[in-house]
């Protein structure tokens, strides 16, 4: 069986990794230089090793392409591409539309398609299918099916094998071959009653990190007000063994789910005429977090950072990964450089970001802590700057949330 993944980032060249052990497989990309990598045995992404692409390559079951006909008599297609957020902070499926073209305009037969990438509920059955049925020459009778990603980078305990998935197709037919494809190499595999029901709960499920990460960003601040630690009154609180779930402080929220997933479900809300007033405001609360954390170090340091050189240690949007997408340290250097601060940063696991490099520990006025991966020793952040703010309650006898 042969299979087309639309987009080799970070979900579409992992299920490539898993699904080329069973399938023949095309990764489809419209960058030509990470068309190039792959078919030269590197990956770009962390979680699949070149290794793999390599052993893929040698065993004639992968083949990374940027022309739209390598797709044209595949039996499976997926959909695997980012579903960001434009400039004004709405819901954006340009890479969801050209993905549709791409599939409409070179498919010959009748394929099953399948849509990884997240998006609001109703995407599959009145965007994607009336899409690709208006790009395509021939009329004809594709299955569709959604089985939203639920990869979460960097974690060894959790990968595409042993998390579970949700499916639903728009027909049984579609929701059967979606189940059989998926269990070469998923072992557990959940069917909804549908792909609404799939779309909806892949968003509610970051959209609930999203509400309680704010929650407890800004309960750090009223513990802050109150003289009191955060982190042992939340310690405190997670010693009853029911009805808490512990969230920690940090600068906001990172990587390409948690910022973006609920604005896609409170942009859908909104259309249907229910206010999404409480997930708009968490989104609020945490984009605010940086802004209250430099004037918390402003306040700190003879309320003024002018001139002041201030390092930020962690750039990634989380330990142990190089993700800098939606990362928080950007709002938080925005809000240090609009104080006259001389900012650089320093992390040990990103090389460079945004146009610059990462600079040496050590020299600053000022060291804010954002991420703290595992290489970094506490005792070499507290020795690097004669004040250290940590958000991430990692960096015993630092200042902080």
Request: hydrophobic share 40%.
């Amino acid at each position: 069986m042969k299979v087309a993944i639309i987009g080799q980032g970070y979900v579409g060249l992992t299920i490539a990794a898993f699904a080329s052990k069973n399938y023949s497989v095309v990764g489809f990309d419209n960058n030509q230089h990470i068309v190039n990598q792959l078919n030269n045995g590197i990956s770009h992404i962390e979680g699949v090793s070149s290794l793999e692409i390599s052993q893929a390559i040698k065993n004639g079951s992968y083949l990374a392409t940027i022309d739209g006909s390598d797709i044209a008599d595949v039996d499976i297609v997926i959909i695997a591409v980012p579903t960001p957020l434009t400039e004004s902070r709405e819901p954006d499926l340009t890479f969801v539309e050209s993905a549709c073209r791409t599939i409409g305009d070179n498919l010959v037969k009748a394929t099953l398609i399948i849509n990884e990438s997240t998006s609001f509920p109703g995407t599959l059955r009145n965007y994607i299918r009336p899409a690709i049925e208006k790009y395509s020459k021939d009329k004809l009778a594709h299955l569709y099916a959604i089985s939203p990603e639920r990869v979460d980078p960097g974690r060894s305990d959790y990968n595409q094998r042993n998390t579970p998935r949700l499916y639903a197709g728009l027909t049984p037919e579609a929701s059967s071959k979606t189940k059989d494809f998926y269990s070469k190499f998923c072992d557990q595999l959940v069917e909804v009653s549908s792909p609404e029901v799939a779309e909806a709960a892949k968003l509610f499920e970051n959209t609930f990190r999203q509400v309680n990460i704010a929650l407890v960003n800004e309960f750090a601040q009223i513990t802050n007000a109150l003289g009191i630690s955060v982190y042992e009154t939340l310690d405190a609180a997670d010693t009853k063994p029911y009805g808490f779930m512990k969230f920690t402080p940090s600068a906001g929220v990172g990587g390409h789910c948690i910022p973006v997933d609920p604005t896609y479900l409170a942009a859908v809300a909104e259309e249907k005429g229910v206010p999404a007033t409480f997930i708009r405001r968490a989104n609020e609360v945490n984009l605010e977090m940086s802004k209250y954390i430099v004037d918390r170090i402003k306040a700190d340091n003879g309320d003024s950072l002018q001139g002041k050189s201030v390092l930020v240690v962690g750039v990634a949007y989380k330990p142990n990964v190089a993700d800098v997408r939606e990362t928080a340290a950007e709002l938080v250097i925005n809000h240090l450089r609009t104080h006259g601060a001389v900012v650089s940063w320093h992390d040990d696991v990103v090389g460079s970001w945004s146009g610059e490099v990462s600079s040496p520990l050590g020299g600053a006025d000022i060291v804010v802590v954002i991420t703290k991966h595992d290489v970094v020793k506490v005792q070499d952040i507290l020795a690097s700057a004669p004040y250290v703010f940590d958000t991430t309650g990692k960096v015993a006898g630092a200042h902080g949330l």
